[in-house]
């Protein structure tokens, strides 16, 4: 099946500190990868939805400059948390899509998360 | 904008009782996709619903997509204690562009 590896899994660094989390999808081309948080025991929050080669978009709210997104291969996108505050500690999770064809969507593939945690 | 409500938000069941979880969007779907994250675990596709009126089962798990295209539901039968997790739907607007998610149901089961 697909397999989509993300990583780090978890990290923990000091305040002011850039974080890079990668997300690869190992076995198929992902047109589009979307970036996730979860808080503790709440609902998945989309932050942006990116597609190879395009600009990422963001939801109302989240800033793009403080996650940094990049999507410059079918298989890889990156989210890079901008000077991280510990209001930023948080689960982040990406899921990779490819695509179906017109009107034919295909599932999303998730990673296993990453768990920031900002000191 | 368009919502995804999904109730309820959590349930406790005694393991061998059924448990549905529900979905209802303030606008028509192309189709809805459901989700399983198991406890400390990334969430898993577990199906897609696409035709109005459709249901499709997997084991004891029943799903279905409501005529109009604006609700769905899953039913486990029988609950196992490997069902514990938080059951996610995802809706599509029209033309697949946007994914909303549900709030989630949390499934409690004991033994």
């Known amino acids: 099946g697909a397999v989509v590896s993300q990583h780090p899994s978890r990290v923990i660094c000091k305040s002011g500190t850039s974080v890079k989390i990668e997300c690869r999808s190992l076995?198929?081309?992902?047109?589009?990868m979307f970036w996730y948080r979860q808080f503790p025991k709440q609902s998945l929050m989309l932050m942006a939805t990116?597609?190879?080669?395009?600009?990422?978009?963001?939801e109302q709210g989240v800033e793009k400059d403080k996650f940094l997104i990049n999507h410059a291969s079918l298989t890889l996108s990156t989210l890079t948390v901008t000077s991280a505050h510990p209001e930023d500690s948080s689960f982040y999770i990406c899921?990779?899509?490819?695509?179906?064809?017109?009107?034919?969507?295909?599932?999303?593939?998730f990673g296993d998360g990453t768990r920031l945690s900002i000191l | 904008g368009q919502q995804v409500m999904q109730i309820p938000q959590y349930q406790h069941v005694q393991e061998g009782e059924d448990f549905t979880t529900y979905c209802n969007s303030s606008?028509?779907?192309?189709?809805i996709q459901w989700y399983k994250q198991r406890p400390g675990g990334h969430p898993v596709f577990l199906i897609q619903?696409?035709?109005?009126?459709e249901v499709k089962k997997q084991k004891r798990l029943t799903f279905q997509f409501g005529e109009a295209k604006k609700n769905s539901s899953l039913h486990i039968t029988a609950t196992q204690t490997t069902d514990v997790g938080t059951y996610f739907c995802?809706?599509?607007?029209?033309?697949?562009?946007?994914?909303?998610f549900g709030a989630g149901t949390r499934l409690f089961v004991k033994a």
């Open positions: 606008t028509t779907l192309s189709n």
């Open positions: 076995d198929f081309q992902a047109t589009t």
């Open positions: 990116s597609n190879e080669g395009s600009k990422a978009t963001y």
């Open positions: 899921s990779a899509r490819e695509w179906g064809g017109t009107g034919n969507v295909q599932p999303q593939h």
């Open positions: 995802a809706g599509h607007d029209t033309g697949g562009f946007k994914t909303i």
């Open positions: 619903l696409v035709k109005s009126g």
